[in-house]
């Protein structure tokens, strides 16, 4: 449940956006991730940092959006995001606590090395996407670039994710079986 409510501003976004325009997708957008912060916080009693801070981008880009009506602002809250998700994950690196680690780590056991080198792939992932979103959002027509964020994007992270998923499995510690030995 809580990964649909993460997409319901998404949705509602794009739309918005194909019935009218980008800026009343942008106020709708607000609204809605604001809402969204309420409700996770209502039904699950805890907010994630990450949802705060990407609320808070929403509110600040896109009201720049709104206010000075520009579409470029709510363009770099995409990068911008990503960006501090890179920046988080080498701090995080940086100070030998991969924060994938942390966030995994209770669930699965891993040597530290494949942890770190996961860690450096999101963030060189993250820097990947940001430099993306650039590039199709000032190449590229606003259409082209509202359907790329909506599902271009969604679909290269799922697809890393499954990479990753396939990476971990490869590294997961086998167990022994006691009776074979004997």
Do not use: C
Request: no cysteine.
């Amino acid at each position: 449940m809580k990964q649909l409510l993460d997409f319901i501003p998404l949705i509602i976004f794009f739309a918005l956006y194909k019935m009218y325009d980008i800026y009343t997708a942008t106020g709708a957008l607000i609204i809605a991730t604001i809402i969204q912060v309420i409700v996770t916080w209502v039904l699950y009693k805890k907010v994630e940092k990450m949802q705060i801070v990407t609320a808070a981008l929403v509110a600040v880009f896109g009201g720049m959006t709104l206010f000075f009506h520009d579409d470029n602002f709510i363009k770099w809250k995409v990068t911008i995001v990503y960006v501090m998700f890179a920046v988080g994950l080498m701090v995080s690196h940086a100070m030998g606590k991969p924060l994938i680690k942390g966030m995994l780590g209770k669930e699965i056991t891993l040597p530290d090395t494949v942890w770190r080198n996961i860690n450096t792939a999101w963030v060189a992932f993250f820097v990947v996407l940001a430099v993306l979103n650039v590039y199709v959002a000032y190449t590229m027509p606003l259409d082209i670039w509202v359907n790329f964020k909506v599902f271009g994007l969604m679909a290269i992270t799922l697809a890393y994710t499954l990479a990753t998923g396939v990476y971990i499995y490869k590294h997961i510690p086998k167990e022994t079986d006691s009776t074979d030995s004997e």
